[in-house]
């Protein structure tokens, strides 16, 4: 089946520190692959998206690559600031399928 | 920036209730999604709604669940005797979408969600 997985949180690093989450993907089909965010008390917001392998999607400083050879999809930034604390969600979408796919999501939080 | 709302924000029920979740999608998208994460665990599908029908479902969206587009603005989720494991964060999204499901309208927008809660 098509599943996500991400690496476990909490994660807590002090601001301009550099991030990684992880995401690896297991799916039938070439997936479109998404990180979406949860600020406090809010929805989940598109951060980021990549449609074909190779292709790198980015927005606010992060940036994920969609690699086909290790079916991963890893988020990074460069310089993290406080306001990035939130929940990180990467999420699979199968072309023809309806549903979003969803990693566990990993709670971000940075310390000034 | 358009955007999904829901209402309510919270929700609190007694078991075997019936609650209505509303939402309203962006207003030129077609197609429409529920979504539900139960406190610490991952977003889980629910449904997905075209052209005034269910195009796909999930395991979790038994018989006691249904969704409707009433008026052409809102879009619901009823659950018609709520238990206690229905508490949860329900979140509604929309897509833009073509017939041939292009990628570049592939996102779902969405909503702020609504927390209910069964006692």
């Known amino acids: 089946g098509n599943s996500v997985t991400q690496m476990e949180g909490p994660v807590t690093l002090s601001e301009e520190a550099f991030l990684t989450i992880n995401c690896t993907y297991t799916?039938?089909?070439?997936?479109?692959l998404f990180w979406y965010v949860q600020y406090p008390g809010e929805g989940l917001q598109l951060l980021l998206k990549?449609?074909?392998?190779?292709d790198k999607g980015s927005n606010k400083g992060f940036e994920a690559t969609y690699r086909k050879e290790t079916t991963s999809f890893h988020l990074e930034k460069g310089s993290v600031q406080v306001s990035d604390s939130a929940v990180y969600f990467c999420?699979?979408?199968?072309?023809?399928?309806?549903?979003?796919?969803f990693g566990q999501g990993t709670r971000l939080t940075i310390n000034p | 920036e358009p955007e999904v709302t829901q209402t309510p924000s919270h929700q609190v029920t007694q078991m075997g209730q019936e609650v209505i979740l509303r939402c309203v999608p962006i207003?030129?998208?077609?197609?429409f999604y529920w979504y539900r994460q139960i406190l610490g665990q991952k977003v889980e599908f629910l449904v997905s709604?075209?052209?005034?029908?269910?195009?796909?479902k999930s395991e979790i969206f038994d018989d006691q669940f249904s969704v409707e587009r009433p008026d052409g603005s809102n879009f619901t989720l009823k659950i018609r005797s709520t238990k206690l494991e229905d508490s949860a964060m329900y979140f509604c999204?929309?897509?833009?979408?073509?017939?041939?499901?292009?990628?570049?309208?592939?996102?779902?927008?969405f909503g702020p969600g609504t927390r209910l809660t069964v006692l």
């Open positions: 999204a929309s897509r833009a979408g073509t017939s041939g499901n292009s990628p570049s309208t592939d996102t779902q927008y």
């Open positions: 799916a039938t089909g070439y997936p479109s």
């Open positions: 990549a449609t074909k392998a190779d």
């Open positions: 999420a699979l979408k199968i072309q023809g399928a309806q549903k979003l796919v």
């Open positions: 207003s030129n998208h077609l197609y």
């Open positions: 709604f075209y052209n005034n029908e269910i195009s796909e």
